[in-house]
């Protein structure tokens, strides 16, 4: 059943109307554009924005693909894209292929030019039936048969581009899938923002511990240390653990921004996880809920929200509980040699209902074994994609121990130049 309640979206739903102009049509008198007619001064404006944003052309990035990664396990769905959207084409961001160009497709193929010149989610259920694509390459070659998109804007809320999703069936989606990929939508636009900011006045981030002597909790045969190094003053990202009992508590979380506001905002996530009633002795997806509904006012005024990684590890047994709330940049290191990324399947703080609840993972932290997460940041010192864990592992591999390996990349950090708070924390059990 299709549930409209609670969703504020305009849907074109051309199965019912295959020409668009349905009561709740997102069409809105915008038709394909064949590049000779002027451009008037909002798309003038919308195309200096595209510009601005520095994301034509790009290589992929991680901070993008999971959102796409997530669009499609959320929605499921095939095909999710990532698009900007210029004056003659659309040019896809994510996902892509390494090493190659970004696809791009010309203004006539694509659903995504009517969304972005349109004023929220854009839905076609059953494309064979709309003469606008009956007969687009996306429909006759590749075998779309429905589509739903909501446009992505910049600072100034000129919609630069989109994000969509696309099945091989006709679909209409419910209004919580809706409300899903508004949501989603919410946080590519919040990623593409950070990218426009006005950029730090300090360029090489400063690591404020002395090479072997960092903080460090030792708890039984566990071990958890960090690196930390803001990329100006103030850090947005956030690694603390705690001690109580047979139980190691530890958190790593990416708060979206930079500076003083995100620096905030993670100082409150602490408290909350740390010092609330219950301490550390709530399981990890209770704590998250508390902390969703403290923060919630903050971050929805800030516009902001958090990705995070949240466990408790027993020291008796080396049982780890845990939520991962829209990071996915977590591994799991074994004494064998295997590696596992603890992947996500729940929404950040701040886009998640609190009373929907997290997802609590678990697994064992064997002798030898290593819990390693990183913020994206550290993504930006190697290639910015998700096969920079891999880079990550193996510099790990190649030093004498964890706090080596700490040293090391301090350093790489301090070369790289990143423009974003880079955190790493490791947790061994001997």
């Given amino acids: 059943m299709d549930d409209r309640a609670g969703t504020d979206t305009d849907t074109d739903t051309a199965a019912a109307d295959p020409g668009g102009a349905a009561a709740g049509s997102q069409d809105d008198g915008w038709h394909a554009v064949d590049g000779t007619a002027p451009l008037d001064a909002a798309e003038r404006e919308r195309l200096a924005a595209v510009e601005a944003s520095a994301l034509l052309g790009t290589p992929p990035e991680e901070r993008f693909d999971r959102i796409t990664r997530f669009a499609r396990e959320l929605l499921d769905v095939p095909m999710s894209y990532l698009n900007l959207v210029d004056d003659a084409s659309l040019v896809v961001k994510s996902p892509q292929e390494p090493g190659e160009a970004a696809p791009r497709f010309p203004y006539g193929a694509a659903f995504c030019e009517y969304t972005?010149?349109?004023?929220?989610?854009?839905?076609?259920?059953?494309?064979?039936?709309?003469?606008?694509?009956?007969?687009?390459?996306?429909?006759?070659?590749?075998?779309?048969?429905?589509?739903?998109?909501?446009?992505?804007?910049?600072?100034?809320?000129?919609?630069?581009?989109?994000?969509?999703?696309?099945?091989?069936?006709?679909r209409r989606l419910t209004g919580e899938e809706r409300g899903r990929l508004v949501d989603l939508g919410r946080w590519a636009e919040a990623e593409i923002r950070q990218g426009q900011g006005p950029a730090s006045d300090v360029t090489v981030a400063v690591d404020p511990t002395v090479a072997g002597q960092r903080p460090a909790l030792h708890h039984g045969d566990l071990t958890a240390t960090a690196l930390d190094r803001p990329h100006g003053a103030v850090s947005g990202d956030l690694h603390a653990w705690a001690e109580g009992g047979d139980v190691v508590t530890a958190t790593l979380a990416d708060v979206m921004g930079k500076g003083a506001a995100a620096g905030a905002l993670a100082e409150a996530l602490r408290r909350s996880l740390y010092e609330g009633p219950d301490g550390t002795d709530a399981p990890p997806a209770t704590a998250l809920a508390t902390a969703a509904r403290a923060l919630g006012p903050q971050l929805a005024e800030a516009g902001s929200f958090v990705t995070l990684f949240h466990a408790r590890v027993d020291t008796r047994s080396g049982d780890v509980e845990y939520v991962d709330a829209g990071h996915g940049l977590t591994l799991h290191l074994r004494a064998s040699g295997t590696v596992e990324r603890l992947s996500s399947h729940d929404l950040p703080l701040g886009l998640q209902d609190a009373a929907e609840g997290w997802t609590t993972g678990t697994l064992r932290l064997e002798p030898g074994d290593a819990l390693v997460s990183v913020s994206d940041g550290v993504l930006d010192v190697y290639d910015s994609t998700l096969a920079s864990l891999d880079r990550v592992v193996a510099d790990l591999r190649a030093e004498r121990d964890v706090e080596a390996f700490l040293d090391a990349f301090s350093v790489k950090v301090g070369v790289a130049q990143v423009d974003d708070d880079v955190t790493v924390l490791v947790v061994t059990r001997s």
Wanted: glycine share 12%; aromatic share 8%; hydrophobic share 40%.
């Fill in 116 to 170: 972005v010149h349109g004023t929220g989610l854009f839905e076609v259920t059953d494309a064979s039936l709309d003469p606008r694509f009956a007969e687009s390459p996306a429909v006759t070659a590749f075998g779309v048969r429905s589509y739903a998109g909501v446009p992505l804007r910049a600072d100034g809320g000129q919609a630069i581009g989109t994000l969509c999703i696309l099945h091989p069936e006709p």
